[in-house]
C-alpha cells in the first residue's frame, strides 16, 4: 500500500490535503490523474445506472439540508460510533476496530457498549483504557449569523436523504411511475474517529447512490437484480470478480427496517472491505420523513387503483472507495527486456517485490487500467522535439484526438521514458509520430499492456480508438 501511496503522489493521483500546513487526517486531495480518474468512475456510473435506462432519473441535492431531515432518517440520535482512548498515550480508537483487531468483539449492554477483558493499546501496549462511549459522526455547522441552537446544521453524512425529501417534486415532474429510481452523486461528510487505509475511511468523500422505488412485496425480487446489475457493473471498470466478494448480511445483523443487505467487498491490500451496500430498506425512509414533515410521500397507481408509500432498494457506492480498488488492482512491477523490441513475445516478467531485474531485464511499474476508466486514453509523441515538420504534425494529431479523448502531448526525453511515465500514468495507447509519418502518413501505436507497436494510418486512429478504448 505504501508502494501505491507513494506512486500517487509522484503522478499526481492523490496528495494529502493541505500538505505544505502539515496536512489534515482524513482528507484527501486528488491531483490531475486523480481528478480524472474519478471523473471515469462518476461517468460510468452514471451512464449504466442513470442515462441507458429508462426508469432512473437523477438529482443534485444540497449539502446541507434542513436538520429535521437528520431528525426523521435517525442520525441526529443515533448516528454513532461508540469509541474507546487510552489514558497513557491518548490514542483514540473506533471501539469495535479496536476489538476486532485483538481477535474479540464489542459487548453490547442494556446502556451501551462494553470492552472484553485484556485489550490493550496497540501503540503503546496500555491496559488502561476508556470505556467505549458513544460519538456522533456529522458535521455540525450554522446557517446564518447567530450561532445558537436555533442555527445548527449538519453536513450530509449521506446523500440518500436529499432525494428521499425529494421523492414527491421528482415523481411529479419525472412523469416515472413505480418501479423507478432517482440516482445522485455529490460530497458526503463524516467525522470519524479514526480515518486509516489511505483514503479508504476519509472524513470527506463522494458517494454514488440510488433509491429505486418499487412496490411492497417485490423486495426479494428487485434486491436481487440490483446485486446482480452491480457485479456486472464492476467487472465493466476492469475489477475481477476474483477479487471481489458478496458479504450476505445474516437476519440477526440487518437494520430493523430492512429484508435483505449485501456488501460488495474488494481484497484491498489491507484487507477485504466494503466498496458498496445494496439493501431492501422497506419504505422506512419516505415513512419517516412523512411522520416527520406531515406531507404525504405515498404513491398512487392508477391502472390498478393503490395507494401505497414505496418500498426502496438502496445500492449505495463509495467514489473514492473504488478508486482507491481501482488503484491497487491496476497496479503492476515487471521485469521487460532490454532493447528495441520491448513488445517481442516473452519479454514481460512479473518482477519479485524488492528484488532487482534479473540480467538483461529492467524493471517497468505500470497501472493496466481498463480503458473506461484510465485517466489518459492515449498520448502523442513526436519523435524529436526539435524537429518543426515532426511537432507540427504530431501537434494536429494530437488535437484531432483530444477533442473525443483525454490525450497527453509529451515532447520531453527518449521515447522509451516517455512510455515509462505513460506506463506509470496507466494510459492505454502511445502515438509516435516520426519520419515516416511524413512520408506515408503512418504513426506507431504502442499498446500499454503488451507493448506491442503497430503502423497505423492517421486517417483510421480515430476509428481504432473507438473500437479500443469504449
Not at 493521483?13 to 484527501?28: A, H, K, P, T, V
Not at 393503490?306 to 445500492?315: A, I, L, N, Q
Not at 511499474?365 to 486514453?377: D, E, G, L, N, Y
Not at 480515430?462 to 479500443?468: C, K, S, V
Request: proline fraction near 5%.
Amino acid at each position: 500500500m505504501d508502494v501505491i501511496a507513494s506512486l500517487c503522489k509522484r503522478r499526481g493521483f492523490i496528495f494529502q490535503s493541505s500538505e505544505i500546513y502539515g496536512g489534515l487526517n482524513g482528507f484527501w486531495d486528488y491531483g490531475p490523474l486523480g481528478t480524472q480518474l474519478k471523473r471515469n468512475i462518476r461517468e460510468a456510473w452514471w451512464m449504466d445506472v442513470v442515462q441507458r435506462r429508462d426508469d432512473v432519473v437523477g438529482l443534485d441535492a444540497s449539502i446541507i439540508m434542513h436538520p429535521k431531515v437528520w431528525e426523521a432518517s435517525g442520525h441526529v440520535g443515533g448516528f454513532a460510533d461508540p469509541m474507546v482512548d487510552c489514558k497513557v498515550c491518548k490514542k483514540r480508537y473506533k471501539a469495535d476496530n479496536f476489538c476486532e483487531e485483538q481477535g474479540q468483539e464489542l459487548i453490547r449492554t442494556a446502556t451501551g457498549f462494553a470492552l472484553p477483558p485484556g485489550l490493550q493499546c496497540t501503540s503503546c501496549g496500555s491496559k488502561d483504557l476508556t470505556e467505549p462511549r458513544s460519538f456522533n459522526l456529522m458535521f455540525k455547522t450554522f446557517v446564518g449569523p447567530v450561532e445558537d441552537g436555533s442555527s445548527v446544521a449538519y453536513l450530509r453524512p449521506e446523500t440518500a436523504q436529499g432525494i428521499f425529501a425529494q421523492f414527491s417534486n421528482v415523481l411529479d415532474t419525472s412523469r416515472q411511475k413505480v418501479p423507478f429510481g432517482i440516482a445522485q452523486i455529490g460530497k458526503a461528510f463524516r467525522n470519524e474517529i479514526n480515518p486509516r487505509n489511505y483514503t479508504f475511511r476519509s472524513r470527506e468523500f463522494e458517494q454514488m447512490e440510488l433509491e429505486f422505488f418499487i412496490k411492497p412485496g417485490t423486495d426479494a425480487e428487485w434486491h436481487a437484480y440490483w446485486v446482480n446489475e452491480r457485479m456486472k457493473w464492476y467487472a465493466s471498470i476492469g475489477l475481477p470478480s476474483s477479487s471481489l466478494h458478496q458479504d450476505v448480511h445474516p437476519k440477526e445483523k440487518l437494520a430493523h427496517y430492512a429484508s435483505a443487505c449485501v456488501d460488495v467487498q474488494y481484497d484491498f491490500p489491507f484487507g477485504r472491505q466494503e466498496l458498496e451496500g445494496i439493501a431492501a430498506r422497506g419504505n422506512y425512509d419516505l415513512s419517516r420523513h412523512q411522520e416527520f414533515s406531515g406531507k404525504t410521500l405515498d404513491y398512487f397507481n392508477q391502472e390498478t387503483n393503490e395507494r401505497f408509500v414505496p418500498h426502496v432498494v438502496e445500492p449505495s457506492a463509495g467514489v473514492d472507495r473504488i478508486a482507491l480498488a481501482i488503484l491497487c488492482n491496476a497496479y503492476r512491477e515487471e521485469w521487460i527486456a532490454k532493447g528495441k523490441d520491448e513488445g517481442a513475445a516473452g519479454q514481460v516478467i512479473e518482477a519479485e517485490l524488492g528484488k532487482p531485474a534479473p540480467e538483461g531485464y529492467e524493471a517497468r511499474t505500470v497501472m493496466r487500467f481498463h480503458p473506461r476508466v484510465a485517466p489518459i486514453k492515449v498520448a502523442v509523441f513526436p519523435l524529436l522535439k526539435n524537429k518543426p515538420e515532426l511537432v507540427a504534425k504530431g501537434r494536429e494529431i494530437f488535437e484531432s484526438l483530444r477533442s473525443v479523448w483525454p490525450c497527453f502531448w509529451d515532447v520531453a526525453g527518449a521515447i522509451g521514458r516517455r512510455y515509462r511515465r505513460q506506463d506509470e500514468a496507466g494510459t492505454p495507447y502511445c502515438v509516435t509520430v516520426d519520419f515516416q509519418t511524413l512520408q506515408d502518413d503512418t504513426v506507431t501505436v504502442r499498446e500499454r499492456d503488451s507493448m506491442k507497436q503497430e503502423r497505423v494510418a492517421v486517417k483510421e486512429l480515430d476509428h481504432l480508438m473507438w473500437q479500443r478504448l469504449r
